[in-house]
C-alpha cells in the first residue's frame, strides 16, 4: 500500500510492523492545515442529549471530578481546567466519519469511533492509560502531551477517573493542529491544554476474552441442539437418598460433551457481535420511503451508501449488518462485499444485483441502514 499522508513518511505497512502495539509515533502535520470539525456549541449540543455518550471531567483546585451526560450546562468558557468529552461522534457528523474511515488500513471490526474533547487552559484527564490504541489528533489550539514507557500502571485509589498513583514521564512534545500522536495500549501519557483545545481521539476496540467468552456461550445456548431427556433405566436400589449417584452424573457428562463448537460457529458468533450497534445507537428510516420500483430507479441514478452508524462486515460466505448474519451465494457476495468494502453501491454495481439483495437493500433502506445517494 501506498504512503497514507495522515502516516507521514511511512506506509500503513510500516507503521503495523513497526508502531502498532510496539512503540509511540508522533506524526507532524499528519493532516496538513486541518481545522476542527464540530464547534464548542456543535459539541456542547451533543453532549446534551442521550444519544452521545459525554463525560466532563474538571480539575479545579487540583480536585478530579466526573460527571456523565447528557450535560445540560458547561462551565464557563474563561474558566480554566475542564475538559468535555464526546464519545461517538462520526456518528453524527459526515466528516467526523469521513476522517474515522480514513483509518481503515485497519479493520472495521477493530476500529470503534472518533471521541472528541474540548479542553480550556490546563484542562485534561490527568496522567493515566489506556487499554486500547489510540490516535490523538490535535484539531485546535495547543496540547502538550507527556508520556512513558512505565510498568508501574497502579493508579490512585478513590478518585472517579483513572489516574495513575506514579507517573514517569520520558517524553514530551507539543502537539499544533494536524499534528498526532500514535499510542499503544498501556502506555502512560497525560495531555494538558495549552489554551483552549480540541484533540480527537480515533479509538480501537479489543474486547476482553471474557466478555467474548461469555457471549458465545449465549450464542451457542440459541443454536445447540441436545435431543432426549435424562432417564436411569438401569437405577439401583441405595440407601443414601440424598447422594446424587455418579451414574446420574456420568451420563450428563456424555451429554454435554457432545456440545461442539466448529470454526463456523466462532465466524457467525463473532461477525454479529462486531456489528451489533452500541446501545445507544438508533436507525430512523426515511419518513415517506419509496416503493421498492423507485428505489430501484433512484439507486440505478445516485448509488446507494451505508449509514454512518452502519457496522457491515463478511468472512467467507457470511455477510453481517448490524448484529444479523445470513448466509450468501457467489454473485450476492461479490455485490455485498463491493458494499461493505466501499460503504456504497454506484448504480451500475446495483444493477448487478440479484433480486435477493435488492430485496435486502430495500428493508435496509426501509430500516435507515442504508441511504440513497
Ligand atoms: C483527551 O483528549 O483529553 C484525552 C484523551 C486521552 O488521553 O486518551
Ligand atoms: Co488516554
Not at 502516516?7 to 486541518?34: C, E, M, S
Not at 456549541?41 to 463525560?55: G, V
Not at 431427556?229 to 436400589?237: F, G, I, M, S, T
Request: hydrophobic share 40%.
Amino acid at each position: 500500500m501506498n504512503k497514507l499522508p495522515l502516516l507521514g513518511d511511512i506506509t500503513p505497512a510500516q507503521f503495523l510492523r513497526d508502531y502498532w502495539h510496539k512503540k509511540p509515533l508522533l506524526i507532524r502535520n499528519a493532516v496538513p492545515g486541518f481545522k476542527p470539525l464540530l464547534s464548542l456549541d456543535a459539541l456542547a449540543k451533543l453532549a446534551a442529549t442521550n444519544h452521545a455518550e459525554s463525560r466532563l471531567v474538571t480539575g479545579f483546585g487540583g480536585a478530579w471530578a466526573m460527571q456523565h451526560g447528557p450535560l445540560e450546562s458547561l462551565p464557563a468558557r474563561e474558566q480554566r481546567e475542564w475538559t468535555l468529552l464526546v464519545q461517538g461522534v462520526n456518528l453524527f457528523d459526515a466528516k467526523a466519519d469521513a476522517l474515522l474511515r480514513q483509518f481503515r488500513f485497519i479493520p472495521d471490526a477493530r476500529l470503534d469511533d472518533l471521541m472528541v474533547s474540548f479542553a480550556t487552559d490546563g484542562g485534561g484527564v490527568g496522567p493515566h492509560f489506556d487499554s486500547y490504541d489510540v490516535f490523538l489528533l490535535q484539531a485546535q489550539g495547543q496540547r502538550r502531551w507527556r508520556i512513558g514507557a512505565q510498568k508501574d500502571l497502579s493508579l490512585v485509589d478513590g478518585l472517579p477517573l483513572k489516574i495513575l498513583a506514579d507517573f514517569q514521564p520520558e517524553e514530551e512534545f507539543v502537539l499544533n493542529p494536524g499534528d498526532m500522536l500514535y499510542l499503544p495500549p498501556h502506555y502512560a501519557h497525560d495531555g494538558v491544554a495549552i489554551g483552549d483545545c480540541q484533540t480527537y481521539s480515533i479509538g480501537f476496540r479489543s474486547p476482553s476474552y471474557q466478555e467474548l467468552g461469555e457471549a458465545f456461550l449465549q450464542f451457542m445456548a440459541d443454536s445447540i441442539d441436545l435431543p432426549g431427556r435424562y432417564a436411569d433405566p438401569d437405577l439401583k436400589a441405595g440407601d443414601k437418598p440424598a447422594e446424587i449417584p455418579r451414574q446420574m452424573l456420568t451420563s450428563l457428562a456424555e451429554e454435554l460433551n457432545k456440545v461442539r463448537f466448529t470454526e463456523e460457529d466462532i465466524t457467525i458468533f463473532f461477525g454479529e457481535y462486531m456489528s451489533e450497534p452500541k446501545h445507544n445507537v438508533f436507525f430512523t428510516g426515511p419518513a415517506k420511503p419509496l416503493t421498492v420500483g423507485k428505489f430501484g430507479e433512484a439507486v440505478m441514478k445516485k448509488g446507494l451508501s451505508l449509514s454512518r452508524k452502519t457496522q457491515m462486515l463478511y468472512r467467507g460466505k457470511h455477510v453481517f449488518i448490524n448484529g444479523e448474519s445470513f448466509g450468501v451465494g457467489k454473485a450476492d457476495k461479490a455485490t455485498l462485499e463491493l458494499l461493505a468494502n466501499q460503504r456504497r453501491l454506484d448504480g451500475e454495481q446495483f444493477a448487478a444485483a440479484s433480486d435477493d439483495v435488492l430485496e435486502a437493500l430495500y428493508t435496509w433502506y426501509q430500516d435507515g441502514w442504508v441511504e440513497l445517494g
